[in-house]
């Protein structure tokens, strides 16, 4: 006779409830503030698993870019105090991933025997070196936290791809002639499930991001590393886990295992975060407080006499042997993290001062840079709502301290000048609202809030003209479509006429060209010989060059934008200089 299985407990299944109900939340909110969609009536809301995020609390504070906003995250403290790591196994939109996935791909893989203690120390080392790189005004822990990667890795990876997808499939079967491909997608475009769907269909590429595959491929490593550990991002690298692991140690509310403990070692086998053991020098098992994420399994489901009781008792803050790192390797790891700390801030203004380094923020930015560096956690919130796509994530040409801090890629958008306000709000003085959409979903204050009269008055960078690739610079031919598509009300490109040598004169052959000079140089000419001067191009022609009117520009990148070559563009948008930078009113900073 088949053994029948015990009924979960009642706040198991709510804690599935939980996860599922917080994981849709989280995709709704990023799908409905995805390109700025949403943003205008639900700002917190866009920011709300960030804002959160004990850890990014912890690591602001320390960077001395604290803001009060972030004292959300005092609610998950409490949570984490009471019910050990219970954000983890109850809210967290990467760890309901990973089960998800554990349930489709590995759910009758037995891992039991892969346990790796020692793992589970690098979380916490991992941790510590994050945190003194917080105290050195780093804001790198946006790298590991999984709030970040979360956010990162759906908002500019999958949910672009995802969309592309979609459209690309609805669009080949409508062209297969299947007509309710088409509904489905008229559908989905009226609704905004789509990013950016004007002319999808007569070819535009909608939404990308050039660090998209790495995030992808980045989120596909943490869910299937499982095969090995479930949850072996949570056990063993997570420095948010260890975190409120640590506070956690004080809980009085935590799964105890009674003396009626059979050691069979099927807590242990069933637990997916590995958090029973064989305690020492007893026959039976105890509980690893810190790794536990309070998700009920173990009190009915696992034990087969009902050893395991969550409930309230004496706490016991100290950690079990081995669990930690040795003070050893935990100072090792601080010491790590400083040794590291001072080699990134050097790497990043010998950087300053190449020419590869863009560094155009998003307006709004905290300035120097290097204050920006100590508050961006590098979530990727002001890419995904970035009207026009203009915003990615920035590479080393930042300096490795810059990683994934946003920066604008004008060839592929621009700054909107209407942004998160219309022209309708301008013209009738509806001004009081903010007037950039990364600054309303930033979380730590690392892009503040614009007015529109603010945001046009900030200037990013300034525009300027390659003369070897400028159209009327280069080939002299005629082209104003920059000036034309300037936003600004007083244009900040304007143009002169200058007369410049015809390139279809040049392109002549050398005795045309002489005879051309012959014919010119008579103080009277024939008839013939004007007839015979009509018939080729003039040696010079007067052309409109265009130019920048450096006060006014404010370094949006339309005219980057707009520019109709193919590859690199006739004028290009330059960082500021430090004395730029320096002599911008202390309201910017």
């Given amino acids: 006779m088949a053994k029948r299985k015990k009924p979960r407990h009642p706040l198991h299944v709510l804690r599935i409830v939980s996860q599922l109900v917080f994981f849709a939340l989280f995709l709704g909110l990023l799908i409905s503030t995805a390109l700025g969609t949403a943003v205008m009536a639900t700002p917190h809301l866009a920011q709300m698993f960030l804002i959160t995020d004990p850890l990014i609390l912890v690591g ?18 409490a949570l984490s105090l009471i019910l050990p790591r219970a954000y983890c196994g109850w809210i967290c939109p990467l760890g309901t991933t990973m089960d998800i996935v554990d349930k489709l791909l590995f759910r009758k893989r037995d891992r039991s025997t892969n346990m790796a203690p020692r793992l589970r120390q690098v979380k916490y080392g991992l941790l510590a070196a994050l945190l003194v790189l917080a105290v050195f005004r780093l804001g790198v822990f946006g790298w590991f936290d999984p709030v970040c990667i979360a956010t990162r890795s759906f908002g500019v990876a999958v949910y672009p791809m995802a969309d592309h997808a979609a459209k690309a499939s609805l669009v080949a079967a409508e062209e297969n002639g299947i007509d309710v491909a088409a509904d489905l997608y008229d559908w989905a475009a009226g609704t905004g499930l789509f990013i950016r769907d004007a002319n999808f269909k007569e070819g535009a590429c909608g939404v990308g991001y050039p660090w998209s595959f790495t995030f992808a491929a980045l989120l596909l490593a943490i869910l299937l590393v499982q095969a090995y550990q479930k949850r ?81 008792g004496a706490p016991d803050a100290r950690p079990a042997p081995g669990l930690l790192p040795s003070r050893r390797a935990f100072l090792g790891s601080a010491a790590g993290g400083a040794v ?37 956690v590098r979530c990727g919130e002001c890419m995904r709502v970035c009207p026009t796509n203009a915003l990615h994530p920035s590479g080393l040409e930042n300096g490795i301290a810059g990683l994934w801090t946003p920066t ?47 945001k046009i008055a900030h200037k990013i960078g300034t525009a300027v003209f390659d003369h070897s690739r ?45 005879r051309y000079d012959q014919i010119q140089a008579k103080p009277s000419q024939t008839a013939d010989e004007q007839a015979e001067l009509a018939r080729m191009p003039p040696k010079s022609k007067r052309i409109a060059r265009p130019y920048v009117l450096r006060d006014r520009c404010i370094g949006c990148g339309t005219c980057e934008n707009v520019c109709p070559l193919d590859g690199a563009s006739g004028v290009r948008v330059e960082r500021l200089q430090t004395r730029e930078i320096r002599a911008t009113p202390s309201g910017d900073h």
């Fill in 60 to 77: 602001m504070a320390l960077a001395g870019t604290f803001t009060s906003v972030l004292l959300a995250a005092l609610a998950v403290v």
């Fill in 408 to 454: 604008f890629v004008f060839n592929i958008g621009y700054c909107e000048y209407f942004c998160g306000i219309t022209k309708d709000d301008v013209e009738q003085g509806r001004l009081d609202k903010p007037a950039n959409l990364c600054g309303m979903v930033c979380p730590t204050g690392a892009i503040r809030q614009l007015t529109h009269a603010e």
């Fill in 340 to 376: 590291f700390a001072p080699a990134l801030l050097l790497d990043q203004r010998t950087r300053n001062k190449a020419e590869t380094n863009p560094m155009v923020r998003p307006p709004g930015a905290v300035r120097p840079d290097t204050e920006f560096l100590s508050a961006c």
């Fill in 470 to 514: 400028c159209l009327p610079w280069a080939r002299g031919e005629e082209c104003l479509t920059c000036e034309e598509q300037c936003p600004l009300p007083e244009k900040a490109i304007s143009h002169r006429y200058e007369d410049v040598a015809n390139l279809d004169w040049l392109a002549m052959p050398q005795p045309d060209r002489h």
């Fill in 232 to 312: 072996f991002w949570c056990r063993n690298l997570c420095p948010l886990g260890a975190l409120m692991g640590l506070l956690g140690s004080v809980s009085p509310f935590r799964p105890r295992v009674s003396d009626t403990c059979i050691a069979c070692g099927a807590c242990r086998k069933g637990c997916k975060m590995g958090a029973f053991e064989p305690a020492d020098g007893q026959k039976r098992y105890r509980l690893l407080v810190q790794e536990c994420i309070t998700c009920y399994a173990c009190e009915r489901a696992f034990c087969p006499v009902d050893a395991i009781h969550i409930g309230a």
